[in-house]
């Protein structure tokens, strides 16, 4: 029996755990375009249905639905993943049937340690569009939070979850994959500061309310910005912008009579000529007294003459210059995702080692040959305590010290063998805990 136990101890080391596996389903930027990704978007509540739907099926212990604009994915613990696999198939497909796009050729499906890194790797922002952009951690916090509200949930992925949030942190912590700007508006910002090294009592100017501008003045804010002034040759629209950025709108006809309150300047209009002239920055510098500005222009066809950059302190900087930081940066971060990339394999490893542990049987026979070797040893110690003992008090001895252990063990055992999965996972956990099973032990 002994052996049969320590055979099936073995296979799991060796990965063969039979049925139970961590699982991941899904699409994202990379496999599907973007009218499927929409096609297949829940809402919250449909993500609490999806949860639910998934538990109940047979096979599925534990389940977390992603659904973000770049991925809709399906995080689960299940035994036969093959056959899981194609069920969960069939809950995207009968959730939203107007799906457009055959979903075979689109999806992944990773396994055991790929999943976990996979998921390691969502969090930490390395499968993101943008590598290191933090918002992915945040999201993937709320959709753990909603699969444990509704009991989707248990032992495996609840350590799964948490384990890959620390993997993120230490990603940030120990590399630089999120410190330098990767988007025009955050390029911006980044060149800004070498001007100036505070934002908190600078005021900016946008000039036309367009994409790119509205981007980085949203970047500029976001960074602390003192004050916005916002023109546009629809008023209508200066106003509108101003009061969602709390800033203050301008009449474009006389936009250049505010230009002296202005450190920033960012130009992001549809004309086909210069909007800001040379003549208009010096005459503002005069009045500014030499202080200098920061000139963004954003458009294409340029709105900024291009002589500005001819001004003593005036800074004038394109569209092509933004995008050259933006693409140094990345390849940057592509150089610090590799130390990234080492911190998850690390961190799999350790997830798969306490994983490959939590299955009944190989907590079984650790338990039993650790309370063995604890009754070998205190019944060598009284035996030679007592000193001579005959054959038939030895054995007498031996039956006695082995009835107790097997009784001790019987419940414990017992419980582990009944429970459901979901159950079962949370008392192998316990159990392992309680005996110390993971611990090195004491000579």
């Known amino acids: 029996m002994v052996s049969a136990d320590v055979e099936a101890t073995e296979r799991m080391d060796r990965g063969d755990r039979g049925a139970r596996e961590v699982l991941v389903v899904g699409l994202n930027h990379r496999t599907a375009p973007v009218a499927v990704r929409e096609g297949l978007a829940l809402t919250d509540e449909r993500i609490d249905e999806m949860n639910r739907l998934l538990c109940s099926l047979g096979g599925v212990d534990e389940a977390a639905v992603v659904s973000t604009c770049n991925r809709v994915e399906i995080i689960a613990c299940a035994s036969d993943g093959e056959r899981m696999e194609n069920e969960i198939l069939s809950v995207l497909r009968d959730m939203q049937p107007g799906i457009a796009g055959d979903l075979d050729n689109l999806l992944y499906t990773h396994r055991d340690r790929e999943a976990v890194r996979h998921v390691f790797r969502v969090a930490s922002s390395l499968d993101s569009m943008v590598v290191g952009e933090p918002q992915i951690l945040g999201q993937l916090k709320d959709f753990y939070a909603r699969a444990a509200s509704v009991g989707a949930t248990g032992t495996v992925l609840h350590r799964c979850f948490h384990k890959a949030f620390s993997v993120a942190k230490r990603v940030r912590t120990e590399t630089a994959i999120a410190a330098r700007a990767v988007s025009v508006g955050s390029a911006a910002v980044e060149l800004a500061s070498r001007i100036?090294?505070?934002?908190?009592?600078?005021?900016?100017?946008?000039?036309?309310?367009?994409?790119?501008?509205?981007?980085?003045?949203?970047?500029?804010?976001?960074?602390?910005?003192?004050?916005?002034?916002?023109?546009?040759?629809?008023?209508?629209?200066?106003?509108?912008?101003?009061?969602?950025?709390?800033?203050?709108?301008?009449?474009?006809?006389?936009?250049?009579?505010?230009?002296?309150?202005?450190?920033?300047?960012?130009?992001?209009?549809?004309?086909?000529?210069?909007?800001?002239?040379?003549?208009?920055?010096?005459?503002?510098?005069?009045?500014?007294?030499?202080?200098?500005?920061?000139?963004?222009?954003?458009?294409?066809?340029?709105?900024?003459?291009?002589?500005?950059?001819?001004?003593?302190?005036?800074?004038?900087?394109?569209?092509?210059?933004?995008?050259?930081?933006?693409?140094?940066?990345?390849?940057?971060?592509?150089?610090?995702?590799?130390?990234?990339?080492?911190?998850?394999?690390?961190?799999?490893?350790?997830?798969?080692?306490?994983?490959?542990?939590?299955?009944?049987?190989?907590?079984?026979?650790?338990?039993?040959?650790?309370?063995?070797?604890?009754?070998?040893?205190?019944?060598?110690?009284?035996?030679?305590?007592?000193?001579?003992?005959?054959?038939?008090?030895?054995?007498?001895?031996?039956?006695?010290?082995?009835?107790?252990?097997?009784?001790?063990?019987?419940?414990?055992?017992?419980?582990?063998?009944?429970?459901?999965?979901?159950?079962?996972?949370?008392?192998?956990?316990?159990?392992?805990?309680?005996f110390e099973l993971d611990e090195p032990e004491d000579p």
């Open 196 to 434: 100036f090294e505070d934002f908190a009592d600078k005021t900016a100017m946008l000039i036309g309310a367009g994409e790119m501008g509205e981007l980085a003045a949203r970047q500029l804010v976001a960074a602390g910005v003192g004050g916005l002034m916002v023109t546009n040759r629809t008023f209508d629209r200066a106003v509108e912008m101003a009061r969602e950025f709390g800033g203050t709108p301008v009449p474009f006809d006389g936009f250049p009579r505010y230009l002296p309150m202005a450190d920033i300047i960012i130009g992001a209009t549809a004309a086909t000529g210069f909007v800001l002239t040379r003549d208009a920055v010096q005459t503002a510098l005069r009045e500014r007294k030499g202080k200098p500005m920061f000139c963004i222009d954003v458009s294409v066809p340029r709105n900024f003459d291009p002589q500005i950059n001819d001004i003593d302190n005036a800074y004038l900087y394109d569209v092509d210059d933004l995008s050259e930081v933006a693409e140094v940066n990345l390849e940057e971060r592509a150089r610090e995702a590799g130390k990234a990339e080492q911190i998850v394999l690390a961190e799999v490893e350790s997830f798969w080692r306490w994983f490959s542990q939590l299955d009944v049987v190989p907590t079984i026979v650790s338990v039993r040959a650790k309370l063995e070797r604890i009754r070998q040893a205190e019944l060598a110690r009284v035996l030679q305590e007592l000193g001579p003992l005959t054959d038939a008090q030895r054995q007498a001895l031996e039956r006695m010290t082995t009835s107790m252990v097997n009784k001790i063990l019987h419940t414990p055992i017992t419980r582990l063998k009944t429970h459901d999965r979901r159950d079962e996972l949370f008392f192998v956990d316990a159990v392992r805990s309680l």
